[in-house]
C-alpha cells in the first residue's frame, strides 16, 4: 500500500512570495489533516478535513493560508504572501475513516523563507 | 488548555541499555495519548497508542507505554536500544476524545552510542 505522498520535498522562496504544496493521501483514506512542524518543535495541526469538508482550521492563519481538497482526494495548502516565520516542515497526514484512526503522515515538505 | 511536555530535550544511551522517555500531560478528561518517532528526512510514525483499558500499552519496534493517571504521565519504555532507534520522539494528547487534534510536544531525541 502506498504512503502519504508529498510535493515538493523542499521549497525556498523569499518573503512576500507565494507558495504550495500538495498531499496525495492514502487512498480511501476520508480524513486528511495538514501540520506545520517548526523547527525545535512537535507538529502543530493547521487544518483537519473530512472528505471535502472542513472539519478544524481554528489554528490556520487565514489571513495568508489557505487549504483545499477537492473531490474529497488530493488537497493543496498555499501560503500567499510568506514570512520569514513559516520556515517549517509541512506535514500531512491522512486517516482511514473516523477521527479515532491512526494517523499516517507524509515525509514533509521542508519550507525556507529568505 | 491541554498541552504536552517532554521534559528531556536530547538524551544519550547506550546500545543495549535500557531507555525511558518521559512524557507528562494536561488534560482535564480521560486523554488518548500516543507515541510517534521521526526519523530525519522522514514523517511521523505511531509507535503506539492508548485510548482506554490495560495501563501497559506495547507497541511497535519492542517499545511499550505505562499510563499513569495519578501522575498525568505515559512514559516510554525499551528494554534494550539498538542503533536504529536513534530519531525523535513525540508524545501526543488528542482532545475531546478525537484523534483529529493532536497535541504534540516538543520532542525527545534519542542518540545512541555504539
Known amino acids: 500500500e502506498a504512503g502519504v505522498a508529498q510535493s515538493p520535498r523542499y521549497k525556498i522562496i523569499e518573503k512576500r512570495q507565494s507558495v504550495a504544496f500538495w498531499c496525495n493521501p492514502i487512498s480511501g483514506h476520508a480524513t486528511l489533516y495538514w501540520y506545520q512542524q517548526i523547527l525545535g518543535q512537535g507538529p502543530k495541526l493547521l487544518i483537519q478535513?473530512?472528505?471535502?469538508?472542513?472539519?478544524?482550521d481554528s489554528q490556520l492563519p487565514k489571513d495568508r493560508f489557505s487549504a483545499e481538497r477537492l473531490k474529497g482526494v488530493d488537497s493543496t495548502l498555499k501560503i500567499q504572501p510568506a514570512k520569514l516565520e513559516d520556515s517549517a516542515v509541512y506535514l500531512c497526514a491522512s486517516s482511514p475513516r473516523t477521527p479515532e484512526d491512526t494517523q499516517y503522515f507524509g515525509p514533509g515538505t521542508r519550507l525556507t523563507v529568505l | 488548555a491541554q498541552s504536552v511536555t517532554q521534559p528531556d530535550i536530547h538524551i544519550t544511551v547506550s546500545e543495549g541499555a535500557s531507555l525511558e522517555l518521559r512524557c507528562n500531560y494536561s488534560y482535564g478528561a480521560t486523554p488518548y495519548l500516543f507515541w510517534y518517532v521521526q526519523s530525519p528526512g522522514q514523517g511521523l510514525q505511531l509507535l503506539l497508542k492508548y485510548f482506554s483499558g490495560d495501563t501497559l500499552v506495547q507497541g511497535i519496534k519492542g517499545f511499550e507505554a505505562e499510563f499513569k493517571r495519578s501522575q498525568s504521565s505515559f512514559n516510554l519504555r525499551k528494554p534494550s536500544v539498538h542503533w536504529s532507534d536513534a530519531a525523535e520522539y513525540f508524545c501526543?494528547?488528542?482532545?475531546?476524545?478525537?484523534?483529529?487534534?493532536?497535541?504534540f510536544g516538543k520532542g525527545t531525541k534519542l542518540s545512541v552510542k555504539p
Open positions: 501526543a494528547v488528542a482532545a475531546g476524545g478525537s484523534q483529529g487534534n493532536l497535541i
Open positions: 478535513f473530512q472528505n471535502n469538508g472542513v472539519v478544524d
